[in-house]
C-alpha cells in the first residue's frame, strides 16, 4: 500500500511563515505534514499501539495489529517494534496465555522479516526477550549473534536475555560465551550481569573467575548493591574459598603490582590459605576498617586523565550550551583562576531551606575561603537570574553578590544555560573542590559515560549538612570507596548501604590470618 499525501491548493499568503516550503508547486506547512502523516492509517496505528505500549494492554495490541494486516495497512519498524515488546514484556504474566502470545510474537518477528523491513537492535533484543520468556537462552543468543550481518550492534540490554537465561539454568560455558562476545563487541557488563556471572562462577567453585569477576566489579562499579554483597559473602564462607589461595608469594611482585595498579589492589591471585574471617563493618573517618584495623588506601588519579576528561566535558558542553557562551566562560576562569574550590550556588543556597538563602551561601563561601591554602574566595556560580531577581535585590544580598563579582569570585551564567556544565568544567579543570549535594546522576552526567568521573567525583565533593548546631562540611574520604585488595591478601567491599554523610556506609571485611 503505498503512501499518499494531501497537499492543500487555496492560495497562500506571501507571508507566510517561514518553516513552509514549496513541494510540487503547493506551499505545505510542516505543521500540515505532521497532521497528515498522524492522520493517515500508519500514524493513527502507531498512535494506539504505542498508547497499549503504555498500558501493558497485549492483547489490544494483537488485535489492532491483526485488523491492520487485514485493512492492507503498511507496517513500519516502530509498529513491529511495539508489538515486539508487548509480546516480550506480557508473555510471562499468565501462564495459560504465555505459549500462545510468545507463538504470536514470533509470527510477527517473521512477518517482518517477509515484508522485507529492516530491523534494528530493539527489534533483536524484544525477540531475544522472547526467546527468554521461552526459557529458550540459546535461541535469545542466537538472536544476539545474527545483529552484526545486519550491521547492527548489540546493546547491553540485547545480553541480558541469553545471558541471566544461562544463568539461571546453570550453563556455565554458555554464560561465559556471552560474557566473551560482550568483550568482543565492546559492551561493558554492569553490577547486574557481573552479579549473576559471579554467582555462577562461585557455584561452581572456579576461585580464578570469582578473583576476575571481582576486580571487574572494582573497575567498573566500585560500591555494590545488597544483593551482591551477599553473594561475594557467601564465597568467602565457603569451604573451597577457604582452600583456594598461595601460602608463600612473592612479596615484592605484590608491591610493584599495587604501585602499577595506583594503590588498593595488586592483582596477583589469591593470597593466603584457610578459613576466611567475613565482618560487616564501618570504616572510621581515617579509612581505618572497624574490623581488622587495616587503613584503606587512596587512589591516585592520574593528571592526564583529568586533562582529558576536561577536555570531553567541554565537547559535550559545546553540544548543548551556546557555543559563544561557554567559550566567553572559558576565557574568563583562564583569566580569573585557579580556584580552590568551585560552588554549585543554587543548590548550596537551597539546601534545608524553603526559599533561596544567600545567607548559608555567604557561611559556605566565607569557611571555604578560611581553610583555603592561598585564602582566596571560592568560585560561586548561579544562574543569572538568581543575580538579578527575587531575594538577590535586597540591599544585604546586593553587597554579598558585589564583594563576590569585584573579587572575581562570581560566575553568572547567561539565560538559558544549564549552570550544571559551568560548575563541573570549573572544578574539573581548576583541579579543585566542587562543592554541592547534587548527586550528579541524572541524565547531564550520565552522558560523559566514563569510569573516571565517579572516582575524580569520590576525591573531589565536597557535601554539606544542615543542623541546629550549624552548616558542616564534609571533605572528600582520605581513602578511595571501592573494592580493596590488600597487600596480605584481605579484601574490603563498599556497599551503597549508608552515604557517610547521615548514616555510615557498610562495608565487607574478608580476611584471614598470614603465616
Sequence with gaps: MKKKATFCNSAISATSRSDEKAVGGNVVSKRLKKKVRRDAPEGVLRFKLDMCSKAGDVVEGLRLYDEARRNGVELNQHHYNVMLYLCSQNGGENGSDLKLICKRGFEIFQQMIIDKVPPNEATFTNAARLASVMEDPEMAFDLVKQMKGFGIMPKLRSYGPPLFGFCKKGMVDKAYEVDAHMIESGVVAEEPELSSLLKISADINNADKVYELLHRLRTSVRQVMESTVRVIEDWFKSEHAAKTGKENWDVIKVKEGVVRGGGGWHGQGWLGHGQWRVVR?????????????????????????????????????????????????????????????????????????????????????????????????????????????????????????????????????????????????????????????????????????????????????????????????????????????????GWHVPTTTGDDLETPRQWLCATRSVK
Design 281 to 489: 563493618t564501618q570504616m572510621n573517618k581515617k579509612g581505618v576498617c572497624g574490623s581488622c584495623g587495616e587503613r584503606l588506601a587512596c587512589i591516585d588519579i592520574d593528571p592526564r586523565e583529568t586533562e582529558n576528561f576536561a577536555i570531553s566535558l567541554s565537547k559535550l558542553a559545546f553540544g548543548r550550551e551556546v557555543q559563544a557562551d561557554f567559550i566567553q566562560f572559558q576565557e574568563w576562569l583562564q583569566q580569573h583562576g585557579p580556584f580552590d574550590a568551585v560552588v554549585d550556588g543554587a543548590n548550596v543556597s537551597l539546601i534545608n531551606q524553603q526559599s533561596f538563602n544567600f545567607s548559608q551561601l555567604n557561611t559556605v563561601v566565607n569557611r571555604l575561603q578560611d581553610t583555603s591554602p592561598s585564602k582566596k574566595l571560592p568560585l560561586v556560580i548561579l544562574h543569572k537570574s538568581r543575580v538579578n531577581g527575587g531575594p538577590a535585590q535586597s540591599p544585604y544580598n546586593k553587597k554579598l553578590l558585589e564583594r563576590w563579582k569585584n573579587s572575581g569570585a562570581l560566575y553568572a551564567t547567561p539565560a538559558g544555560s544549564n549552570d550544571d556544565w559551568y560548575w563541573l568544567y570549573a572544578a574539573v579543570s581548576c583541579r579543585c573542590l566542587l562543592v554541592t549535594n547534587d548527586e550528579m546522576r541524572d541524565h547531564l552526567f550520565q552522558l560523559l559515560g566514563t569510569s573516571f568521573f565517579p572516582r575524580w567525583k569520590e576525591k573531589h565533593q565536597v557535601r554539606l549538612s544542615v543542623s541546629r548546631s550549624g552548616i558542616a562540611l564534609h571533605m572528600p574520604p582520605p581513602y578511595s570507596i571501592v573494592i580493596q585488595e590488600s597487600e596480605n591478601g
